[in-house]
């Protein structure tokens, strides 16, 4: 490959890295809204007079039954599980596509993210423990570790200019190395109990997708099948299944299959046979499944799946998710319950203390630097709206609590949510001071 060649190959990289963060930034900011919507539908529904009847629903009993064999559970379980599993395996392919295309991948620009976003989990975890240690509610350390992107990428998309793509960069890098970290919460912290044989039958399915990988197998519906039963295993192992769907995700390859050549190729063969150049009209289908499937192959399967299901998670997956999950009944005592102050005190205050101190830190010592046109005003800004920790919070605190403890816990991030979305959105608003290196 000569010099230019290698340039271009560079600059179209680059090019549609850059058009898929664009892209991912538009759906999450849409996505956002509606998240926001019906959060607040949720909330209405569930202090008012229809509470009863509304809370009700999520808890209908649906399944299969074959014989003796029986997999039954409630209407939130299999979203909380099942449809959510889907929304991890989309956080897995943003992480490997930022591992392997975007800013993840240059470990000089990675540093401040991942060292932010690991600040950005420990402080939090630490004020909550803190305040909980010896309490019932201690279990719920790993809930103010979580950032929520869609409400964040909202925020932004609202402020406009006056974020610089440097600052929204390192925020959106940030908040997918801090999933890494709430998804390895979920794995250590929340797993109870392991079933082996099930857990083995899972790593079996992990291994099979490997191979059909290897072996070129490019059908998605095999996947899928295969995918699906990896997830139940999962789910009967005592390893929150939605870990199968992170793990998928990260295994989908990151390079594309085709060529521009072979597209060619193939539409020269399909204008051949429209033309009656070539043999008969039994061929036309071959040759439209030829092309389809050439043109198929130029994206990779991460780019392909990605765009894909973003929009349906964006649109579908989370606002269910947050119909199901964010309907809460507060009373007045619920804001000052202990599991509500320490969740909140988390997102609040040590989301964005921690965040920032370790920027400094690695500022300080070389180990990063930040982005272009970027003050600590504006990285105070961005720690303070990744406290908002919605979907991934609210989902941990599921796993953390029940009842009455996951009622506060609910209502300390919903509360911590839009004390952090208004706070940060007032200091990046206002403008920045200049930067201090």
Known sequence: ????????????????????????????????????????????????????????????????????????????????DGLMAIFFFVIGLEVKR????????????????????????????????ALQAGEPGMRGWGVPMATDIAFVVGCMAILGKRVPRGLRVMILSLAIADDVGAILVIAIGYTDSINLLSLALGVVGIGAVLGLSRLGVRRVSIYVIVGSLVWLAFHESGVHATIAGVILGLLTPSRSHGSPAR???????????????????HER??????????????????????????????????????????????????????VAVATAAGLVIGKPLGITLMAVL????????????????QIIGGGLLAGIGFTMALFIASLAFEGELLNASKVGILVASALSAIAGFAILATGGAKRVD
């Open 1 to 80: 490959m000569t010099a230019s060649e290698d340039t271009g190959t560079a600059a179209s990289q680059l090019r549609r890295v850059t058009q898929a963060l664009q892209r991912f930034i538009h759906v999450e900011a849409a996505g956002g809204v509606v998240l926001l919507v019906c959060t607040l539908f949720a909330l209405a529904f569930a202090n008012s007079p229809l509470s009863y009847e509304f809370l009700s629903i999520w808890k209908t009993e649906l399944g299969l039954s074959l014989g003796a064999i029986e997999f039954s559970h409630s209407l939130k379980h299999w979203i909380n």
């Open 285 to 338: 289908p071959d040759a439209v499944r030829g092309a389809r499937q050439a043109i198929r192959e130029t994206i990779s399967p991460l780019e392909y799946l990605e765009n894909t299901l973003h929009p349906w998670v964006a649109f579908l997956i989370m606002p269910v998710f947050a119909l199901a999950n964010a309907g809460v009944p507060i009373v007045l005592s619920d804001l000052t319950h202990p």
């Open 263 to 281: 597209v060619g190729e193939a539409l020269n063969w399909l204008q051949r046979i429209f033309e009656g150049h070539d043999r008969g009209h």
């Open 362 to 377: 690695a500022v300080r010592f070389g180990i990063a630097s930040l982005p272009e046109s970027v003050t600590w005003r």
């Open 98 to 129: 930022e591992l392997t295309l975007g800013e993840l991948r240059d470990p000089r620009q990675a540093a401040l993210p991942i060292v932010g976003a690991i600040g950005g989990m420990i402080v939090p975890a630490g004020i909550y423990l």
